[in-house]
């Protein structure tokens, strides 16, 4: 259960950063932002891993988890 409130804790603080650093208006709320932060972490972890910055099956780590959740980000905007 834990594992569940670090993983939305984590998703929001990274798609508040993102949201920050992604010039724009976004008209998302704060629970579409923590959605983006989370799947922003599989996606900047899976990005990192194609990169070969990652170890297979190892965590990005904050930084892959923002870029990740700025990707994310743009493809909404792009929808």
Sequence with gaps: MSHWIYSAFVGLICGICARFLLPGSDSIGLIMTM?????????????????????QGQAG????????AMVVLLAIRLI
């Excluded at 780590?61 to 990740?68: D, F, H, R």
């Design 35 to 55: 959605i983006v932060g989370v799947v922003g972490a599989y996606v900047g972890t899976a990005l990192g891993s194609a990169l070969g910055m990652i170890k």
């Design 61 to 68: 780590g904050w930084i892959w988890s923002i870029i990740g």
